[in-house]
């Protein structure tokens, strides 16, 4: 391992284990698809659910079941009276980059600098504008050779799970009993669709899915997905003078209206909010952008919503020929009002963080998890960190000394969860 130090002796020995079981899983493609018909959207992402059931198979966890909708679930045992924890990952990755044929490379003991990636040298990861790369030197950096995404997200969260689990089996101190799950179709916001509450059996959970050493992330946005489709009049381009209503201009149009100094990704940090144009698609007589609308204030999010419905009314009004459908659906919500309910569940993982090495760090996420769809159903879930950064790209890289240590944050707050003054939440 590169010259860092861990955190903590247990962060040291997870090691090992947690970087050969992620080089492993990233090898995997498990790219979900949008707008698939099926569930899970991409049955590719069976071929590591099923690599894992055997894997918690070998490592000896009981109740381990691929259920009918690809969730893995599997029980680690816990002290007699011990509460029942949830950890969750999600197996799938972002269709927003290339995943197929993923070839990680570590780089071990970064030595600062820029990382060029050699797939593609055009792709180069620069400490300059990665501020948390830049004090990562002496770490082994996990990265793609450029071409694809990594897959850390969440496949480093997978293997902080299972290498965690594989340590807890045998070890006999006091702990919680665990139950696990890998869903899938998180990146396309179907992760909980089919998920069980109540077969789970949880009184609390945690995601391992992204985020810094020693983040806490109690806080998603609420988010809208948006469909804005635009229906024009066809024509043959060589007989269209006054007759044609070309509807990929009108969505053109649409998206050029849209604010440029602000609310949008490029433009905001921390709790503002976003109106993301993700997609376009269609012809001359209909074409549909789909946006991504999210803020942490619930009433900001209609108006970010209405805004919407504003300039696509607008571009309509300027061509009364044109037809424009607004479609709104809601996709999670922020999750802080259920966590807030739940100090325990805070306090938990911050405890165990700092067992681990490291002083927590309570943060937002500018986005959303399974967990926030799991605390709206009663389930309250926060998120832990990963060690994976620049997520949905193919300059995504983790650090092995970060997932260590998160592997060695979820064998403490099992223990932690073991330990009598831990038994009640809320």
């Known amino acids: 391992m590169g010259s860092a130090p861990f955190p903590s002796p247990l962060a040291a020995r997870l090691s090992d284990d947690v970087l050969q079981r992620f080089l492993r899983y990233v090898r995997i493609d498990t790219q979900a698809q949008e707008d698939s018909a099926t569930y899970p959207s991409t049955a590719k992402q069976l071929d590591l659910s099923r690599l894992l059931v055997g894997e918690l198979t070998e490592i000896g966890l009981a109740e381990i079941e691929l259920t009918e909708h690809g969730y893995v679930f599997a029980t680690l045992p816990g002290t007699d009276g011990a509460p029942v924890i949830g950890l969750i990952a999600h197996v799938d990755t972002t269709p927003e980059s290339p995943g197929t044929g993923v ?53 480093a969260g997978v293997a902080e799970i299972m ?57 998603t946005f609420s988010a809208f997905q948006v469909k804005v489709t635009f229906r024009g009049r066809g024509a043959h ?35 503002e909010g976003f109106i993301h144009p993700s ?12 946006l991504i609308v999210r803020d942490h204030d619930d009433a900001l999010l209609e108006d970010h919503a209405e805004l919407v419905r504003r300039l696509a009314a607008a571009v309509a009004d300027r061509e009364p020929r044109a037809r424009v459908i607004v479609d709104v659906q809601e996709t999670y919500r922020n999750m802080r009002s259920v966590i807030d309910g ?9 405890e165990a963080i700092r067992r681990a090495g490291v002083e927590p760090v309570r943060s937002l996420i500018r986005g959303g998890t399974d967990g926030a769809r799991l605390s709206a159903m009663g389930l309250p879930t ?13 300059r995504e890289w983790a650090s092995v000394q970060d997932m260590a240590t998160a592997a060695a944050t979820v064998v403490e707050l099992v223990r932690v969860w073991g330990e009598g003054e831990t038994r009640t939440t809320g």
């Open 279 to 290: 997609r376009i698609s269609g012809g001359v007589e209909e074409a549909t952008v789909v």
């Open 382 to 394: 926060p998120n832990i960190f990963t060690g994976g950064q620049n997520y949905h790209s193919t």
């Open 237 to 271: 381009p060589g007989s269209a003078k006054g007759k044609l209503v070309n509807s990929v201009k009108l969505a053109a149009e649409f998206v050029a209206s849209l604010p440029q100094g602000s609310l949008s990704p490029e433009t905001t940090d921390d709790r």
């Open 342 to 350: 739940h100090p325990r569940v805070i306090a938990a993982a911050e």
């Open 103 to 155: 070839a990680p490379i570590v780089h071990e003991d970064y030595a600062g600098g820029v990382i060029t990636l050699p797939g593609d040298p055009s792709q180069v990861i620069d400490p300059a504008e990665e501020l948390a790369l830049a004090a990562r030197v002496g770490h082994d950096i996990i990265t793609s050779d450029g071409t694809t995404l990594l897959g850390a997200d969440d496949k």
């Open 163 to 219: 290498a965690a689990v594989a340590h807890l089996v045998g070890t006999p101190e006091p702990r919680a009993t665990v139950r696990v799950a890998f869903t899938v179709d998180e990146e396309v916001g179907r992760g909980t669709d089919h998920f069980d509450l109540e077969k789970f059996g949880a009184e609390a959970a945690y995601t391992l899915d992204g985020s810094g050493l020693g983040e806490l992330e109690i806080e």
